[in-house]
């Protein structure tokens, strides 16, 4: 129900929420309620149903216990590869990156901002999400797709029921698919580890 009414543009009704989950009005009310008394959900004057502050809450601790798993795995791959890598995971109709490791020995990287979004049908990232749904593990590349002559290489992190993610890395000029597709896939396999 809170996936529904997040999505919903202008709040919904106790009756398309409860036409949605196949349950009476009755239910839907109760659901409501309890959701209400922990800010999950508010309702305005007109009796619709929107988020409330108290998914806030829960979406600032997910983000930085997510980020602290797949830490190590990140730092691994840029420290290995001299590129910046990154955990990508879909947010609505967008990519969004949500923890990203600077390489520590290279004279020049790309800075790629926690926060960035883009299409899923641009950038290695965006592109190994859609991958990843039809549970293809083989590493995406793009040239220049986000930023002029940078390249990506990333794989989705399967298995993982909870979220859809990819790691990858992005580096100005060019990446050896050959030497890092293989890399970025076993650290989207560890990313995945750490998650489950």
Request: proline fraction near 6%.
């Given at each position: 129900?809170?996936?529904?009414?997040?999505?919903?543009?202008?709040?919904?009704?106790?009756?398309?929420?409860a036409?949605?989950?196949?349950?009476?009005?009755t239910?839907?009310y109760r659901?409501?309620?309890t959701?209400?008394?922990?800010?999950?959900?508010?309702?305005?004057?007109?009796?619709?149903?929107?988020?409330?502050?108290g998914?806030?809450g829960?979406?600032g601790?997910?983000?930085?216990?997510?980020?602290?798993?797949?830490?190590p795995?990140?730092r691994?791959?840029a420290?290995?590869?001299g590129?910046?890598?990154?955990?990508t995971?879909?947010?609505?109709g967008?990519?969004?990156?949500?923890?990203?490791?600077?390489?520590?020995?290279?004279?020049?990287h790309?800075a790629?901002?926690?926060?960035?979004?883009h299409?899923?049908d641009?950038g290695?990232?965006?592109?190994?999400l859609?991958a990843?749904?039809?549970?293809?593990?083989d590493?995406?590349?793009?040239?220049?797709?986000?930023?002029?002559?940078?390249?990506?290489?990333?794989?989705?992190?399967?298995?993982?029921?909870s979220?859809?993610?990819?790691v990858g890395?992005v580096?100005?000029g060019?990446?050896?698919p050959?030497?890092?597709?293989?890399?970025?896939v076993?650290?989207?396999a560890q990313?995945?580890?750490?998650l489950?």
């Amino acid at each position: 129900m809170l996936a529904r009414v997040a999505r919903s543009g202008g709040g919904c009704t106790v009756t398309e929420l409860a036409a949605e989950l196949g349950v009476g009005r009755t239910v839907v009310y109760r659901l409501v309620a309890t959701l209400e008394a922990h800010r999950l959900v508010r309702r305005d004057a007109s009796g619709r149903v929107w988020l409330g502050t108290g998914a806030l809450g829960l979406a600032g601790r997910v983000v930085p216990l997510l980020r602290e798993a797949v830490l190590p795995a990140l730092r691994s791959l840029a420290e290995e590869v001299g590129a910046t890598a990154h955990l990508t995971i879909a947010d609505g109709g967008e990519a969004l990156a949500v923890a990203v490791v600077e390489p520590t020995w290279t004279t020049l990287h790309v800075a790629y901002r926690v926060g960035a979004r883009h299409p899923f049908d641009r950038g290695a990232a965006g592109r190994a999400l859609l991958a990843g749904r039809a549970g293809d593990p083989d590493p995406i590349v793009s040239h220049g797709e986000l930023q002029p002559d940078a390249t990506g290489v990333a794989a989705a992190v399967l298995e993982v029921p909870s979220i859809e993610a990819s790691v990858g890395v992005v580096a100005l000029g060019p990446l050896d698919p050959e030497v890092v597709g293989p890399r970025v896939v076993e650290a989207a396999a560890q990313v995945a580890k750490a998650l489950r």
